[in-house]
Nanobody
């Protein structure tokens, strides 16, 4: 079993940057893939980015070139660096950890608001 907790959300102006974090505990985090999703008010939760346990990364088209996902297995943390933020990036951002041998584990989310 694994627990994940997101942090680092906040209010940022359009064009600004923010880095959010996902801290994992309770199991060998390096065995898990990790991903970020986001959910805006009135919308479904959507995939944003993924970093595999081997380090490969995947992004949805609307964040390519602006967001970077990374992981530090020594610290059991996954980061999402978000640059050139736009108002449409406003959402609750959720972290999930998953593996072929396990179910998905979700955090409670962290709010990111992009507004002037």
């Amino acid at each position: 079993q694994i627990q994940v907790v997101e942090s680092g959300g906040g209010l940022v102006q359009p064009g600004g940057s923010l880095r959010i974090s996902c801290s994992a505990s309770g199991s060998i985090f390096s065995l898990y893939h990790a991903a970020w999703y986001r959910q805006a008010p009135g919308e479904e939760r959507k995939f944003v980015a993924q970093v595999d346990r081997g380090g490969s990364t995947h992004y949805v088209d609307f964040v390519k070139g602006r967001f970077t996902i990374s992981r530090d297995n020594d610290k059991n943390i996954v980061y999402l660096q978000m640059n050139d933020l736009k108002p449409e990036d406003t959402a609750v951002y959720y972290c999930t950890a998953f593996a072929p041998f396990s179910k998905e584990y979700w955090g409670q989310g962290t709010q990111v608001t992009v507004s002037s």
